[in-house]
């Protein structure tokens, strides 16, 4: 064994330390760094301006190793919030930090997807570094902002995620749709009758 210039015990005790940090290092799988989060769809789509339902068209690559990490969406009909735009592209799905991948999403496929711009920051470090803002959008990360749509209904894709608050994990596109609007419209006062 290789002394280390301590007593013994103390070589050991620190043997022993960086071995259990080997074993507890965080991996690939564990990368998500979200903590408690609300796994329900509503939940995400609440705090984000646009939801849209929209078909994925292609994957487009990212910088590293040509893995996609954007996908370019025709808009079908938007759900919450105001797009003119007939595509959308939808940036930074590398599976990293509690993002969907890009992959997951195949191509000719439909899916509602809870959408926000770039950021003021992002923005602003943009324009202080002289580049065009991107004209792109984000799907959320940390909870659910995506569901698949297929024969009239949405549905959650992953264990452990729902549609709203009672769990539910499947749901005709319409009555999701009307949710959206209860949760978005103004209230209205019972004071004032």
């Not at 569901?147 to 499947?170: C, K, P, Q």
Request: net charge positive.
């Amino acid at each position: 064994m290789a002394r280390c210039g301590y007593n013994p015990a103390v070589c050991r005790l620190l043997a022993f330390a960086c071995f259990g940090s080997l074993l507890l290092a965080p991996t690939p799988a564990s990368a998500c760094k979200c903590g408690e989060y609300d796994p329900s769809f509503l939940a995400g789509a609440a705090w984000t301006p646009l939801v849209v339902v929209a078909n994925v068209q292609h994957h487009l690559d990212g910088k590293r190793r040509g893995k996609p990490n954007s996908l370019e969406v025709a808009l079908l009909r938007v759900l919450k919030g105001h797009e003119a735009r007939a595509t959308l592209r939808i940036s930074a799905m590398g599976g990293a930090n509690c993002q969907a991948n890009a992959h997951d999403f195949t191509e000719g496929s439909s899916w509602v997807m809870a959408l926000s711009p770039v950021s003021a920051r992002m923005s602003r470090r943009y324009r202080e570094a002289g580049v065009a803002v991107p004209d792109f959008v984000l799907l959320g990360m940390c909870g659910t902002f995506y569901l698949e749509v297929a024969g009239g209904n949405v549905r959650v894709t992953h264990e452990g995620e729902w549609i709203s608050e009672v769990g539910e994990r499947e749901l005709p596109l319409e009555a999701l749709a009307q949710r959206l609007r209860r949760r978005t419209s103004p209230r209205t006062s019972s004071r004032g009758r």
